[in-house]
């Protein structure tokens, strides 16, 4: 491996100014490509960040550029061929969540990194911090006792005109709705913290937003360790907020945060009359947030060292199999679907479209009472 490491990036959308923050930050890495649909876009990101070459297409960039490292930030139906095609060219790649429209479609992904000998690491940001490596920590080494049950809040505010761009709300180009767009964060932090899932009974709702896909999602998660959670999505919640909260023997383990989490969004808090020193579980005094930052850090260090992925950014399929499973339950009439269910699945393995209980015409039909009762 180079002693610096050349990073090229497809898509210069919102997202992709935080791949560029962390580039930046890393004392061993250079952004040198950039690429998107939009020459426009590419040349104006080009120069926000002193990229120095500007390509109309990925295949242009990776023939001319040779980088070391892709990092995909487009939307998630062009995640497939962006990833082959680098991994082709011998790149390790670094692709923002959800890493694939489909579980088929990831394991191609893996496949190819396997026999290109190339890394792919996907965009989890939250299960990063020195808070939830802490939490983690606690959970599972017993300091908490059992972990008993968990609730998952994805609860978003994303109004028409988001969704009136032409590849959102829509099964072919986004794969899914706010479940795999939004939810798929705390779901995989959750994932994080708990480990190995075993069951899933979803449900998937519209309740507001002209799509096709769910603007809310509900569904009940049972986790190899005997956790049972309640995982709530919603794209449509003035209040904003993202949340998980895990009760334990012990005690009771939250974050409370929006976009992203530092120690002042975490509490453990002690079960009554417990005689544990919660002094022994306080947060460590070095605080790091979560973030892009130290996520491509960690990466861009594995690779310099010809390690492993950091755990923090490797084993992408875990949360991605649980969404996967709450659309194969909804499909199901909210029917339990396992590991094994979804390993084998005829139709949620290639496709996440799923009928959606559509809530609005309920709505409109059932006028408020007047305010006497009558």
């Known amino acids: 491996m180079t002693t610096i490491l050349r990073v090229a990036l497809v898509g210069t959308g919102s997202v992709a100014r935080l791949h560029a923050e962390a580039v930046a930050a890393h004392p061993r890495a250079d952004l040198v490509a950039v690429t998107d649909h939009s020459r426009d876009a590419a040349d104006f990101f080009a120069a ?33 061929g962006q990833v082959l095609a680098s991994f082709a060219a011998g790149a390790h790649v670094v692709v923002e969540k959800p890493p694939a429209s489909s579980l088929d479609d990831l394991d191609e992904m893996r496949a190819a990194a396997d026999a290109a000998d190339r890394r792919l690491a996907v965009v989890f940001q939250q299960r990063t911090g020195t808070a939830a490596a802490h939490a983690r920590r606690l959970l599972r080494d017993g300091s908490l006792g059992r972990p008993l049950i968990a609730v998952c809040e994805t609860l978003w505010y994303r109004d028409a005109e988001y969704f009136a761009v032409p590849w959102r709300g829509r099964w072919q180009t986004e794969g899914g709705g706010t479940t795999l767009g939004h939810g798929i964060h705390q779901i995989d932090l959750l994932s ?16 507001d ?25 919603s794209a449509v919640s003035p209040r904003e907020t993202s949340s998980i909260r895990i009760d334990t023997q012990k005690a009771t383990i939250t974050v409370d945060h929006l976009y992203g989490h530092g120690h ?17 579980w306080a947060m460590p005094g070095a605080e790091e947030r979560s973030g892009h930052a130290p996520l491509l850090r960690d990466v861009f260090d594995a690779l310099l060292a010809s390690e492993a992925l950091p755990d923090t950014a490797s084993d992408p399929s875990r949360s991605f199999e649980i969404v996967a499973a709450i659309y194969a339950s909804a499909a199901a009439d909210g029917a339990v679907i396992t590991p094994a269910d979804i390993a084998r699945h005829p139709t949620h393995r290639r496709s996440f479209a799923s009928p959606v209980t559509d809530m609005r015409a309920v709505g409109r039909s059932r006028p408020l009472p007047a305010r006497d009762g009558r």
Request: aromatic share 8%.
């Open 264 to 280: 002042e969004n975490w509490s453990i808090t002690p079960a009554p009359g417990s005689d544990v020193d919660a002094q022994s």
């Open 48 to 80: 926000t960040w002193g990229v120095a070459s500007v390509y109309d297409d990925l295949d242009g960039l990776l023939a001319a550029e040779h980088p070391d490292v892709v990092l995909v930030c487009t939307p998630p139906g062009a995640h497939h």
């Open 192 to 207: 994080y913290l708990l480990g190995d899932w075993a069951s899933v009974q979803g449900r998937l709702w519209r309740l």
């Open 209 to 233: 937003r002209d799509t096709e896909t769910e603007d809310a999602s509900t569904a009940t998660v049972t986790f190899a360790n005997g956790v049972v959670a309640q995982i709530t999505t």
